[in-house]
């Protein structure tokens, strides 16, 4: 069976600081990873994914994320956040065959 | 998110009521999915169309019951609902031919159930 975790309901940040939110998933076989953010009553918004090849993928509006296999995590991260960044972070994954199971999201407040 | 669009935005409505939600996508996909998002749960995968058939029910409750005519629209039909029902609900939509491909979501629709 597929999880993910998302051991954080709540980051706070200064804006400008560089932000992290974690992510960890099971997953039988090679997992598709992927991130999406969510905006007040709006849908969500697909971010970035990893599907093979390097660790760190780049996604839109200056994320990254970075895979990493041995601790089964798909971290998120930006250099420098911005106040427009704060909205609700979601993880997901992925096997082959299965359908998508989403993180239970994590709520980014970025600082002025 | 114009790729995905759904009607209404927002919808109030009783416990005897009938009502549909709609879904359109004009991404050229072949699989289309109706999420619940409650307040403090996770996103519920509700029902799965792949090339037009239902490939999966998640446990859902009779009072909805999809409908998936073709590969681009999908409704959700609403009857005698209750107000745990109130949610938003979003539709997605994906190629399912290649895998590693991300869902595009509508901006989904507020259901109130009074």
């Known amino acids: 069976a597929q999880s993910v975790a998302q051991p954080e309901d709540q980051v706070n940040v200064a804006e400008g600081n560089p932000l992290t939110v974690k992510c960890t998933y099971s997953v039988s076989g090679n997992p598709y990873l992927f991130w999406y953010v969510q905006y007040p009553n709006r849908g969500l918004q697909f971010l970035l994914k990893?599907?093979?090849?390097?660790?760190l993928v780049k996604g839109s509006y200056g994320f990254e994320a970075e895979f990493n296999k041995s601790q089964t995590s798909f971290h998120l991260k930006k250099p420098s956040a911005l106040v427009s960044d704060s909205a609700l972070y979601f993880c997901?994954?992925?096997?082959?065959?299965?359908?998508?199971?989403f993180g239970p999201g994590t709520r980014l407040s970025v600082l002025p | 998110e114009t790729g995905v669009t759904q009607t209404p935005r927002h919808l109030v409505m009783g416990m005897t009521n009938k009502k549909s939600l709609k879904c359109e996508q004009h991404?050229?996909?072949?699989?289309m999915y109706w999420y619940k998002q409650s307040a403090k749960k996770p996103l519920e995968l509700m029902f799965v169309y792949n090339f037009k058939e239902q490939t999966e029910n998640n446990s859902v409750p009779s009072r909805f019951s999809p409908e998936c005519p073709n590969s681009s629209h999908l409704f959700l039909h609403l009857h005698t609902l209750q107000p745990e029902d109130s949610a938003l609900y979003l539709c997605a939509s994906s190629q399912e031919q290649r895998e590693g491909l991300e869902q595009y979501f509508g901006p989904g629709t507020r259901l109130t159930v009074t």
């Open positions: 997901a994954v992925r096997a082959y065959g299965q359908n998508f199971v």
């Open positions: 991404l050229g996909h072949n699989a």
């Open positions: 990893y599907i093979t090849g390097d660790n």
